[in-house]
């Protein structure tokens, strides 16, 4: 009647051939034939591109995100001392005020020629 194979029930043992069948089929590119899947194949070859473009995509985004950052980091060092060297401008013309005004009253103190000396 039927052939012992046909009779045969599956078992946790068949996993193992299966998935060297599964590879070698693989391997000699009649895995999707095996599968009956052939007449599919283009609907696969174009989910795999769609695949391959947004991981591209999302990689390419990721890069131009870092360079973002970066860029930003940069502009903030920028805007510090943009500011320091504006309250530096600021300082010098104050100082030349008080210079100006104590000349006024007739007083003797200027700026200093040197830096200070550091006693230890």
Do not use: C
């Not at 391997?27 to 991981?55: A, P």
């Not at 010098?92 to 008080?98: C, D, F, I, T």
């Amino acid at each position: 009647m039927l052939g012992e194979k046909e009779h045969r029930k599956w078992k946790f043992a068949d996993v193992g051939q299966w998935l060297k069948n599964a590879f070698f089929a693989m391997l000699k590119g009649e895995f999707l034939l095996r599968l009956n899947i052939s007449k599919y194949f283009i609907h696969i070859i174009y989910t795999f591109f769609l695949f391959w473009v947004s991981i591209w995509l999302s990689l390419k985004i990721e890069k131009t995100m870092t360079r973002v950052e970066e860029n930003r980091k940069a502009l903030q060092d920028m805007e510090i001392y943009h500011a320091q060297k504006t309250v530096e401008l600021v300082s010098l013309g104050r100082m030349s005020k008080v210079e100006k005004m104590l000349q006024d009253q007739g007083s003797t103190l200027a700026m200093p020629t040197k830096p200070a000396d550091r006693i230890k």
